[in-house]
Structure formats: C-alpha cells, structure tokens
C-alpha cells in the first residue's frame, strides 16, 4: 500500500513539472515571437536642419517650367547630400526627365538615368553606377517643399527594412503634406525658388488620366552647384 502511495505521489509530481516546464516553454516562445517582430528604424530626432554652403539649381529645358532651387541639409541626411552632390558634379542628372508627376498626389519624381532612353516602361527604375545610401531617416515633417530620396518599396524579394537601404540617386519634391512618407523617407532637402514651377511640371498632361507620366518628356537641362549665399 505504502508503494501504491509513493507511486501515486511521485507520478503526481511528475506531472506538476512537466505542466511547470510547459509553461515555461510557452513564455519562452512567446518572448521569441516578440522579438522577432519587424524593427523599427533608427529616427534621428531633434535636429534642425541646416542649409548647405551650396544649392542644387535645377533648369529645365522647356523655359516654361522654370528653374527649381534646392537647399541642402547635409547634417541630417550626410550620405544622401553627398551622394546627390557627387552625382551632379559628374553631370548624372543632365538629360533625366521628371517622370513622374501628380497634381493630387502632391508629388513630382525625377533622376533616373533610364528615363533618358525612348523606353518609358522602365523609367524609376533606374540607379547610378554607386552602391545604395542607407537610410538616413529623420523627424523633419514631409511638408510642401520638402526633398526626399526615392527608394524601393516592399516587395519583389525585398523585406521592409531592406527596402529602407534603397535610396540611390532618384529624389521627389512633395508638393502638399505627406505624412505617410515622416519618418520613412530620407530627408535631404527643401524647395527655396521655383515651388511654383513644380506645381507648373506635376499638371502637365499625362498619357492618360490615371497615369503619373507625362505626355511629353520634362527634361532637367542641368543640376548646377551654387552658393547658398546667392539665394535669399
């Protein structure tokens, strides 16, 4: 009887600490799910942009789309500046078009080597000869005026925070707010001269209603490097 009852009680024992191990089990995968959900981006946050010792001046070559004059704000976005910079002093940008553009949207997009060719299909598509910019993600709201760096989106092999990494040589000027794009887009910088003439190139006819392409190729004569200190 004495064995019956050390039995039942060492099998009651048993059972306590398989229930204890499995829930301790399921604590454990549980944290493991937490940590294995998306990462968020590192922000900086806090910092007040400050204006390049140069501008990027955009001319167009049809005179009714004026010119574009953009500040630069390297101690926020360094590697994107820099990039952007680099590209224009090579002279990467002469001959890309504007190829995409949205009244409604608030949005125009340019900068890509392929929207030179006579292929419109593959225009944003396109990358200078250099690596990818990594993200370079601030807290600067996406307000009229503002410049940021076209990136990839998810998708097509990418996660979202590969797609973070993507930013090259293509930029867009946002033409109302776009808080969907704080916070997930490099800012680099802001519209000083010429916003107009943005609103001017985002209504210019499309290939058909739906469509973000223009009808007729808004080609970027040149990028110039000038003093910051000849705009006001």
Not at 9 to 24: E, H, P, S
Request: charged residues 25%; hydrophobic residues 35%; neutral net charge.
């Amino acid at each position: 009887m004495m064995m019956k009852n050390l039995s039942y009680k060492f099998a009651l024992a048993v059972i306590f600490t398989v229930i204890v191990l499995l829930a301790g089990c399921k604590d454990k995968i549980f944290t493991k799910d937490s940590d294995t959900e998306a990462v968020q981006p590192h922000v900086t946050k806090g910092v007040q942009p400050q204006a390049d010792a140069e501008v990027a001046v955009i001319e167009t070559e049809n005179p009714a789309y004026g010119r574009i004059v953009i500040e630069l704000y390297p101690n926020i976005a360094p590697k994107m500046v820099e990039r952007f910079k680099q590209l224009i002093k090579e002279g990467f940008y002469n001959g890309t078009t504007f190829h995409r553009i949205n009244p409604d949207a608030g949005i125009v997009q340019g900068g890509d080597p392929l929207s030179k060719d006579a292929d419109p299909d593959n225009d944003g598509s396109g990358s200078s000869p250099y690596p990818n910019v990594a993200a370079e993600f601030s807290d600067v709201m996406y307000e009229r005026g503002i410049v940021g760096a076209a990136r990839r989106s998810k998708g097509r092999g990418l996660s979202e925070q590969e797609a973070w990494d993507t930013a090259n040589c293509q930029f867009y000027i946002t033409l109302k707010r776009q808080p969907a794009f704080d916070q997930k887009y490099t800012v680099f910088g802001r519209v000083i001269e010429g916003l107009n003439n943005a609103d001017v190139i985002s209504r210019a006819p499309t290939t058909t209603p739906e469509s973000e392409r223009p009808v007729s190729s808004i080609v970027i004569k040149s990028i110039t490097l000038q003093p910051r200190s000849n705009f006001k």
